[in-house]
């Protein structure tokens, strides 16, 4: 059986940054959500430049097996 780590709210916002710094270095828009090993979001992202009816997205997109759930880019 494979075995899962969770991931908890310094790594997630790390990874949150890290995305959040590409997204500025390309000049892109775009809501990212990190959620753990059960769905449950840990963090999320939601740049200036991102359009408003992705942030509605994550919810549902949030529950499969990534780590990171890139909902919409702009």
């Known amino acids: 059986?494979?075995?899962?780590?969770?991931?908890?709210?310094?790594?997630?916002r790390e990874l949150v940054g890290a995305?959040?710094?590409k997204l500025e270095?390309?000049?892109?828009g775009a809501a990212v959500a990190v959620v753990?090993?059960?769905?449950?979001?840990?963090?999320?992202l939601r740049?200036?430049?991102c359009p408003l009816p992705s942030c509605l997205l994550y919810t549902s997109d949030a529950a499969d097996d990534d780590t990171i759930v890139l909902i919409s880019g702009g």
């Not at 270095?25 to 892109?28: E, I, R, T, Y």
């Open 25 to 28: 270095a390309d000049g892109l």
């Open 19 to 21: 995305v959040a710094d």
């Open 1 to 12: 059986m494979p075995t899962r780590r969770e991931i908890g709210y310094e790594e997630a």
């Open 36 to 44: 753990d090993a059960h769905g449950e979001l840990v963090a999320f």
């Open 47 to 49: 740049t200036d430049t």
